[in-house]
Antibody
Framework: EVQLVESGGGLVQPGGSLRLSCAAS????????MTWVRQAPGKGLEWISY????????SYRDSVKGRFTILRENDKNSLDLQMDSLRAEDTAVYYC???????????WGTGTTVIVSS | SSELTQDPAVSVVLGQTVRITCQGD??????ASWYQQKPGQAPVLVMS???NRPSGSPDRFSGSRSGNTASLTITGAQAEDEADYYC?????????????FGGGTKVTVL
């Protein structure tokens, strides 16, 4: 079964850091491009970051550039999102997803919740 | 950044047809993909490309595009189709690979 499972969410103070992980199974992770999407409470979906299959290419939305880092370990079938200098507006459910042909996201995880609050 | 505009909400009578639209300049060059999200659940891909349904997506879902508008049509809506629907396409405003989601359309089945 193709599956993505996120972990690492929690409560963090403004300015703090958190590292999210996404464990992949049921497909060839090392040849798959991946992405992170978030959803603030009661709001819509927001794309935040992308990484190529090798990890050699990454991209970010402007609001997280310089604060978030997307990484992957293909040997461990794992995708991470290192989040630094967190702000209240980063509070959201964070989803990892598989990217197909730079076009659509065909498999999604169940999400992990990040709350940034003092 | 690029923008995709969706109607916030639409309603449809059980068994009837509803069209959900998504407008944006990037849709002239890139297809939209569509995601269904039910309360408390992760999004699920229901349509990509011109009208490509992933396995598991019911055949009552279809997609189309005209100019800067993409549409997702549900023909013979069922109670289980009540959900939020998001379109997504490439964000063409910058020089790096990026995507943008529409604001979402809440579909109510009456």
């Amino acid at each position: 079964e193709v599956q993505l499972v996120e972990s690492g969410g929690g409560l963090v103070q403004p300015g703090g850091s958190l590292r999210l992980s996404c464990a992949a199974s049921g497909f060839t992770f090392r040849t798959s491009e991946m992405t992170w999407v978030r959803q603030a409470p009661g709001k819509g979906l927001e794309w935040i970051s992308y990484i190529s299959s090798s990890g050699g290419a990454t991209s970010y939305r402007d609001s997280v550039k310089g604060r978030f880092t997307i990484l992957r370990e293909n040997d461990k079938n794992s995708l991470d999102l290192q989040m630094d200098s967190l702000r209240a507006e980063d509070t959201a459910v964070y989803y990892c997803a598989r990217v197909i042909s730079w076009d659509h996201f065909d498999v999604w995880g169940t999400g992990t919740t990040v709350i940034v609050s003092s | 950044s690029s923008e995709l505009t969706q109607d916030p909400a639409v309603s449809v009578v059980l068994g009837q047809t509803v069209r959900i639209t998504c407008q944006g300049d990037s849709l002239r060059d890139y297809y939209a993909s569509w995601y269904q999200q039910k309360p408390g659940q992760a999004p699920v891909l229901v349509m990509s490309g011109y009208s490509n349904r992933p396995s598991g997506s019911p055949d009552r879902f279809s997609g189309s595009r005209s100019g800067n508008t993409a549409s997702l049509t549900i023909t013979g809506a069922q109670a289980e189709d009540e959900a939020d629907y998001y379109c997504k396409s490439r964000d063409t405003s910058g020089d790096h690979l990026a995507w943008v989601f529409g604001g979402g359309t809440k579909v109510t089945v009456l």
